[in-house]
C-alpha cells in the first residue's frame, strides 16, 4: 500500500493557475497508475487526469484537457496537477489516486485502490 498527502490547493480567482502536488511514501510510486479525481458538494467523485506507471499516455477529462496537465517525478515520488485557466467549475476537493499496474488507465474510482485526503480548491468567480 502507498499513502497519498495531497497539496497545493488554495482560494483563485477565475483565470488564475494552481498547482497541485500529491507525495506518494511506503510503497513503489512507479509500479502505479496514478490520477487526480476531484468531487464538488452533491456530486460524484470524477476522473480528472491520469497518467501510466511511466509518465506517458495521459488521460484527461474533457472538462479540463488543454487547461489542466498531469505529470510526475518517480524518482521524487510525487504526481503534480498544473492548473491553468481556472473556472468556477473547477471548485471542488481534489484528490491523488493509486491504482496497481493494469493494461489501460482506470477511468472510475473503483479502479483505484489508494487514496489521498484531499486539498480543496476554490475558484472565485
Known amino acids: 500500500q502507498v499513502q497519498l498527502v495531497e497539496s497545493g490547493g488554495g482560494l483563485v480567482q477565475a483565470g488564475g493557475s494552481l498547482r497541485l502536488s500529491c507525495a506518494a511514501s511506503?510503497?513503489?510510486?512507479?509500479?502505479?497508475?496514478m490520477a487526480w479525481f476531484r468531487q464538488a458538494p452533491g456530486k460524484e467523485r470524477e476522473v480528472v487526469a491520469a497518467?501510466?506507471?511511466?509518465?506517458?499516455?495521459?488521460y484527461y477529462a474533457d472538462s479540463v484537457r488543454g487547461r489542466f496537465t498531469i505529470s510526475r517525478e518517480n524518482a521524487k515520488n510525487t504526481l503534480y496537477l498544473q492548473m491553468n485557466s481556472l473556472i468556477p467549475e473547477d471548485t471542488a476537493v481534489y484528490y491523488c489516486?493509486?491504482?496497481?499496474?493494469?493494461?489501460?488507465?482506470?477511468?472510475?474510482?473503483?479502479?483505484?485502490?489508494?487514496w489521498g485526503q484531499g486539498t480543496q480548491v476554490i475558484v472565485s468567480s
Open positions: 497518467i501510466m506507471h511511466y509518465g506517458g499516455n495521459p
Open positions: 511506503g510503497g513503489t510510486f512507479s509500479r502505479y497508475i
Open positions: 489516486a493509486a491504482s496497481p499496474l493494469a493494461v489501460a488507465i482506470p477511468r472510475r474510482a473503483d479502479g483505484y485502490n489508494n
